[in-house]
């Protein structure tokens, strides 16, 4: 039963414009929440959390937006650059501090 | 700082075979988990170390796998005997502490499985 989705496998955004990577959660219990960027024949990186008492979170380039009503979050990376082509996951947690949930990933291709 | 490292970083064996992979988390990080991912699903748990005890080894498939971590550095994943569908990606990851803000898991590269 998977309690994390991104729908999208996956995305093509030009360079320079901005791209916005979905995901959707089942579990109520989730109160914090990740991503992940992952290069081929590496492990998934840290990229950028939030945590359910706020609804933004940025970071340079990166803004990762929640709507805990729809349980929905969404990242934005702007300007997107080709080197953030990338598998990108989505993780979420329960204050159980420890199993993360994740999502099958969205594919980000930049193009120049 | 060195990241965490895992080896080997691919293994194809026969069904029926054994195989361990090993784990070596970031100096220091008391916690250490591996996860799963099968092709085309998402990252699945498989179980948390805190130092040397298993901690939560709820996402473990079945009894044919037996992860250690003797003396709370490195861990040992064990395939035995390994079957078709335990093919994939096995991550491992660690952490520093389990409270927000030091929980961060950093990930190795993974060892590729594949099981003919």
């Known amino acids: 039963d998977q309690q994390v989705k991104q729908n999208s496998p996956s995305l093509s955004v030009q360079e320079g414009r901005i791209s916005i990577l979905n995901c959707d959660y089942t579990?109520?219990?989730?109160?914090?929440f990740l991503w992940y960027k992952k290069y081929p024949a590496e492990g998934p990186t840290f990229l950028i959390s939030?945590?359910?008492?706020?609804d933004k979170n940025e970071d340079g380039r990166f803004t990762v937006f929640l709507n805990k009503s729809a349980k929905h979050l969404s990242l934005h990376i702007v300007p997107s650059q080709p080197g953030d082509s990338a598998v990108y996951f989505c993780a979420a947690d329960s204050n159980s501090g420890y199993a993360l949930n994740f999502g099958k990933g969205t594919s980000l291709l930049v193009t120049p | 700082e060195a990241g965490v490292t895992q080896f080997p970083s691919h293994s194809v064996i026969e069904k029926g075979q054994t195989v361990t992979l090993r784990c070596d988390p970031i100096s220091g990080h008391d916690n250490l988990y591996w996860y799963r991912r099968v092709m085309g699903k998402e990252i699945k748990f498989l179980l948390h170390?805190?130092?040397?005890?298993?901690?939560?080894e709820s996402g473990m498939p079945n009894n044919r796998f037996l992860a250690e971590r003797t003396g709370g550095t490195y861990s040992t994943l064990k395939v035995q005997p390994a079957e078709l569908e335990d093919s994939g990606v096995y991550f491992c990851?660690?952490?520093?502490?389990?409270?927000?803000?030091?929980?961060?898991?950093?990930f190795g590269p993974g060892t590729r499985l594949t099981v003919l």
């Open positions: 170390f805190v130092k040397e005890s298993k901690q939560d």
């Open positions: 579990n109520s219990m989730f109160d914090y």
């Open positions: 939030i945590s359910s008492i706020k």
């Open positions: 990851a660690s952490s520093l502490g389990l409270g927000r803000g030091t929980d961060t898991q950093y």
